[in-house]
């Protein structure tokens, strides 16, 4: 009974910026990577950032150096922190988990509802 629920979306000016938070709840014995997608209207879902348990970081070509990934191992949650935005960073905005919920058992890939991020011109 894994659940990840975001927040934190909404509109910006381009230029502006807005952090989104997601926070893992439920079943969970640990959490190995933490990650954010995004998809735009058309397009298909693309990998924004990723961080690991360990907290090393990837990031998109087009994002880098605008976007940070963060994680809060405690509260069993991940940020984004989304600077410089721009309209072609509209999209839905996805948090994803890879999750193990028993010791031993291999993990399982989990994802949140989305949020919406609109950035104006």
């Known amino acids: 009974q894994v659940q990840l629920v975001e927040s934190g979306g909404g509109l910006v000016q381009a230029g502006g910026s807005l952090r989104l938070s997601c926070a893992a709840s439920g079943r969970i014995f640990d959490i190995n990577s933490m990650g954010w997608y995004r998809q735009a209207p058309g397009k298909q879902r693309e990998l924004v950032a990723v961080i690991s348990s360990a907290g090393n970081t990837n990031y998109t070509d087009s994002v880098k150096g605008r976007f940070t990934i963060a994680r809060d191992n405690a509260k069993k949650m991940v940020y984004l922190q989304m600077n410089s935005l721009k309209p072609e960073d509209t999209a839905v905005y996805y948090c994803?988990?890879?999750?193990?919920?028993?010791?031993?058992?291999?993990?399982?890939?989990?994802w949140g509802q989305g949020t919406q991020v609109t950035v104006s011109s």
């Open positions: 994803s988990a890879r999750i193990r919920e028993r010791i031993y058992r291999p993990p399982n890939d989990y």
